[in-house]
Nanobody
């Protein structure tokens, strides 16, 4: 059983930056691909970024490509999401998720989820 705890959310002005962290426990972290998803009020959860178990491969939604960067530190059992050039439309609750083997943009394939952290971008 893997437990995931996100942190780093907050209120930021448009154009600003935030770095989200997701700390994992209870499993072999480097066995899991990791993903970040987000859900805005009244909208469905959507894929943001994913990273392979080794960190050697990453994948991004078109809406964040070039602005967001996902990374991981397997020694610290932590995955990060660096968010730059934030826009009001990035406002959402951000969730990290874990799945065995290959990363995916499909949220239904992830086995473990964190509780989420709120990101609010003001215009």
């Amino acid at each position: 059983q893997v437990q995931l705890v996100e942190s780093g959310g907050g209120l930021v002005q448009a154009g600003g930056s935030l770095r989200l962290s997701c700390a994992a426990s209870g499993g072999t972290f480097n066995s899991y691909a990791m993903g970040w998803f987000r859900q805005a009020p009244g909208k469905e959860r959507e894929f943001v970024a994913a990273i392979s178990w080794s960190g050697g491969s990453t994948y991004y939604a078109d809406s964040v490509k070039g602005r967001f960067s996902i990374s991981r530190d397997n020694a610290k059992n932590t995955v990060y999401l660096q968010m730059n050039s934030l826009k009001p439309e990035d406002t959402a609750v951000y969730y990290c998720a874990a799945k065995l083997h290959y990363y995916s943009a499909y949220d239904g394939s992830y086995e473990y989820w964190g509780q989420g952290t709120q990101v609010t971008v003001s215009s």
